[in-house]
């Protein structure tokens, strides 16, 4: 940890109990601020002069990568790394979230909470990611890392005027919706993370936060 120069650590009160968010940010340049702003008018046409986001609602993901170190290094360059050959395409931004758990239930900040971060398509204008490290059967997601879950979502619902709370695997029941703002009609790709289980056992004990349900996933 001493590698990573100065790292802040804030105690923030949700629901009645203390949290720790461990501040380790991924680089944050004029190439970074300038690839997201392209996203926006790119992706969503939408021009803008600053990189901030309305945030509406919260995305659950997991990151097949087994560890914390490694996930770190995959959203921290500016520009998408050779091996996603899939998205390059699209755009060059990199992959990011806003907030990493680790298996031991650590919450981590990538970056500022209204900042775009790149990790759901046709979503991204308005949503916070919120990435788990691992969901393999090797490394499955843990019991820890559904508690911080938890406790995130609502620090985050009780900070932002949230409407959903979604796992990535239910994105494309946006489509249509008025929070879909996705340009092209192809660029979809298929997400499993982070599964039912994992949301049903989120959404169960943030069900007082009354988030709006999914639309309905309309056929193709």
């Known amino acids: 940890m001493h590698r990573l120069g100065f790292i802040l650590v804030f105690l923030l009160i949700s629901c009645s109990t203390e949290m720790t968010f461990v501040e380790r940010p991924i680089i944050f340049d004029a190439q970074r601020v300038k690839l997201t702003k392209e996203y926006l008018k790119d992706r969503y046409q939408l021009e803008r002069d600053s990189i901030t986001i309305v945030p509406r609602m919260i995305v659950l993901h997991h990151t097949v990568i087994p560890t914390l170190d490694k996930t770190?290094?995959?959203?921290?360059?500016?520009?998408?790394?050779?091996?996603?050959?899939?998205?390059?395409?699209?755009?060059g931004l990199n992959v990011s979230s806003q907030f990493v758990v680790d298996r031991d239930g650590t919450i981590y900040r990538l970056m500022p909470e209204?900042?775009?971060?790149?990790?759901?398509?046709?979503?991204?204008?308005?949503?916070?990611?919120?990435?788990n490290v691992g969901g393999t059967p090797e490394f499955p997601l843990t019991k820890a890392q559904v508690k911080a879950n938890i406790k995130l979502v609502h620090y985050l619902a009780k900070k932002?005027?949230?409407?959903?709370?979604?796992?990535?695997?239910?994105?494309?029941?946006?489509?249509?919706?008025?929070?879909?703002?996705?340009?092209?009609?192809?660029?979809?790709?298929?997400?499993?993370d982070p599964g039912d289980k994992f949301m049903q056992k989120v959404r169960k004990a943030t069900k007082r936060l009354n988030f709006k349900p999914l639309p309905e996933i309309k056929p193709h």
């Open 160 to 192: 932002y005027d949230i409407d959903y709370l979604i796992g990535h695997h239910e994105y494309m029941a946006f489509e249509g919706h008025e929070l879909w703002l996705e340009v092209d009609e192809g660029y979809r790709t298929k997400k499993t």
């Open 72 to 91: 770190f290094e995959a959203f921290n360059a500016p520009t998408l790394p050779n091996w996603r050959p899939d998205i390059e395409n699209v755009s």
């Open 114 to 131: 209204t900042y775009m971060a790149r990790h759901v398509i046709g979503l991204n204008h308005c949503a916070i990611g919120v990435e």
